[in-house]
C-alpha cells in the first residue's frame, strides 16, 4: 500500500520524493549563500529586501522547474506557453542585480536536474568572485569623487565657483544645469574629483561663503546615483 502511494505521489516524472526534497534542499541552502554575498556586497542606494528574497525564490523554483520538465519536450514547451502570461514590470536599477538573477537560475537549474557538483561549485566560485572585486573595490575610478549640488544667483559673476572648484578638485565636470522657479537663480550639477590634501567639509564650508552661491550640497558619487 505505501508503495502504491508513493508511486502515485511520483507520477510518471523522473524524479523520486526523496530527489526531490534533496534537490528544492540543496537550492535553498546555495540561495541562502547567494543571498548573504548579496546583501554584504552590494553597494549604492539601490538596495531591496525583496531582490533578496527574489534570489532565494528564483533559485528553488527553477530546481522544482527543471524537475517537472524532466525529459520531456512536451512539458517545456508547456511551461514556456503558460509563462508566457506573465508580464514581469519592475525595472532592475543596478545592471550588477541581473547577473545575480542569471546566477540563481543557473544555480537552481543545476540543483534542479540532480548536478550538485556544477550548483556548488558555481556558487561558492562566484560568490568568491563577488567578495574579492567588493574588497578591492574593483572598477572604481577615484576615491574621492563627488557630486556637488547648489543654486547659483544670476546677479552674480561665474569666475568665483569656477575658480574655487577648479582650484581644490583634481578635475571636474558640469553634470546639469536647470533655472529655478523665479528665474533668478540657476541650479548647478557638478562632478567633482577632490584634491587628496581637501576636506570635504573645509571645501563645502568655503564654498557657501561665495557670493551667490546658496544651499551647496555634496554627495559621495563612489557608487552610481541618479543626479
Same mark, same amino acid.
Given at each position: 500500500?505505501?508503495?502504491?502511494?508513493?508511486?502515485?505521489?511520483?507520477?510518471?516524472f523522473?524524479?523520486?520524493i526523496i530527489e526531490?526534497?534533496?534537490?528544492?534542499?540543496?537550492?535553498?541552502i546555495?540561495s541562502?549563500? /547567494? %543571498?548573504?554575498?548579496?546583501? &554584504?556586497?552590494?553597494? +549604492?542606494?539601490?538596495? @531591496?529586501?525583496? !531582490?533578496? *528574497?527574489?534570489?532565494? #525564490?528564483?533559485?528553488?523554483?527553477?530546481?522544482?522547474v527543471?524537475?517537472?520538465?524532466?525529459?520531456?519536450?512536451?512539458?517545456?514547451?508547456?511551461?514556456?506557453?503558460?509563462?508566457?502570461?506573465?508580464?514581469?514590470?519592475?525595472?532592475v536599477?543596478?545592471?550588477?542585480?541581473t547577473?545575480?538573477?542569471f546566477?540563481?537560475?543557473?544555480?537552481?537549474?543545476?540543483?534542479?536536474?540532480?548536478?550538485?557538483?556544477?550548483?556548488?561549485?558555481?556558487?561558492?566560485?562566484?560568490?568568491? /568572485? %563577488?567578495?574579492?572585486?567588493? &574588497?578591492?573595490?574593483? +572598477?572604481?575610478?577615484s @576615491?574621492s569623487? !563627488?557630486? *556637488?549640488r547648489?543654486? #547659483?544667483?544670476?546677479?552674480?559673476t561665474?569666475?568665483?565657483?569656477?575658480?574655487?572648484?577648479?582650484?581644490?578638485?583634481?578635475?571636474?565636470?558640469?553634470?546639469?544645469?536647470?533655472?529655478?522657479?523665479?528665474?533668478?537663480?540657476l541650479?548647478?550639477?557638478?562632478?567633482?574629483?577632490?584634491?587628496?590634501?581637501?576636506?570635504?567639509?573645509?571645501?563645502?564650508?568655503?564654498?557657501?561663503?561665495l557670493?551667490?552661491?546658496?544651499?551647496?550640497?555634496?554627495?559621495?558619487?563612489?557608487?552610481?546615483?541618479?543626479?
Amino acid at each position: 500500500m505505501e508503495n502504491q502511494i508513493l508511486d502515485a505521489l511520483s507520477g510518471s516524472f523522473n524524479y523520486s520524493i526523496i530527489e526531490v526534497m534533496i534537490n528544492s534542499l540543496v537550492a535553498f541552502i546555495l540561495s541562502m549563500f /547567494i %543571498a548573504y554575498t548579496y546583501k &554584504k556586497t552590494h553597494q +549604492g542606494l539601490s538596495y @531591496s529586501q525583496s !531582490f533578496v *528574497l527574489t534570489i532565494i #525564490f528564483i533559485t528553488i523554483i527553477i530546481g522544482f522547474v527543471m524537475m517537472v520538465i524532466g525529459n520531456s519536450l512536451t512539458r517545456a514547451f508547456a511551461l514556456v506557453g503558460a509563462l508566457s502570461i506573465i508580464r514581469f514590470r519592475t525595472v532592475v536599477k543596478d545592471t550588477k542585480d541581473t547577473a545575480y538573477i542569471f546566477l540563481a537560475l543557473g544555480v537552481g537549474m543545476a540543483a534542479g536536474t540532480g548536478n550538485y557538483f556544477i550548483a556548488l561549485y558555481a556558487t561558492l566560485f562566484m560568490c568568491l /568572485i %563577488a567578495w574579492i572585486l567588493y &574588497k578591492f573595490n574593483f +572598477g572604481v575610478q577615484s @576615491s574621492s569623487d !563627488f557630486i *556637488l549640488r547648489f543654486y #547659483f544667483d544670476k546677479t552674480s559673476t561665474e569666475d568665483s565657483y569656477v575658480e574655487y572648484i577648479n582650484k581644490h578638485s583634481e578635475n571636474n565636470a558640469l553634470l546639469h544645469m536647470e533655472p529655478s522657479g523665479d528665474d533668478k537663480h540657476l541650479y548647478m550639477t557638478f562632478d567633482v574629483s577632490l584634491k587628496e590634501d581637501i576636506e570635504m567639509n573645509d571645501f563645502i564650508a568655503g564654498f557657501s561663503k561665495l557670493s551667490g552661491i546658496s544651499e551647496v550640497v555634496l554627495v559621495s558619487a563612489k557608487n552610481d546615483i541618479t543626479y
